[in-house]
């Protein structure tokens, strides 16, 4: 299982950055699949989620509204759409895959997450 993420960069605030998943080993439709952010000095934070069975997705408040996720489930790759970016969202973003079985799915509890990958940066600065 492989989750590699990319997309990240340096971008002014309300800036736009869409990040990008790309998922190998597994059959993606059959997992919800996520991302999850880290700042220095800050806790892991669910950003967003994904859930196949029925295209419901869950976001974190800090980002309802701006971000957008989605998935291509022929090339394997989940999206993370980022519009109206501020300086609160720089951080190392990963996506992550939830084990199977999580009940209800997409609530961002680390201990559902079985894979994930090493993130990438992003940085809002002006």
Known sequence: VQLQASGGGLV???GSL????????FT??????GWFRQAPGRDREGVSCLNPRDGKTNYAD???GRFTISRD???GTVY???????L???ALYHCYRE??????RCQFAERDYDYWGQGTLVTVSS
């Open 12 to 14: 002014q605030p309300g």
């Open 62 to 64: 800090s980002v309802k």
């Open 73 to 75: 489930d022929v090339t």
């Open 28 to 33: 993606l439709d059959h997992y919800a699949i």
């Open 80 to 86: 993370l759409q980022m519009n109206g970016l501020k």
């Open 88 to 90: 609160d969202d720089t």
């Open 18 to 25: 869409r990040l990008s998943c790309a998922a190998s080993g």
């Open 99 to 104: 084990r199977v079985g999580v009940w209800p």
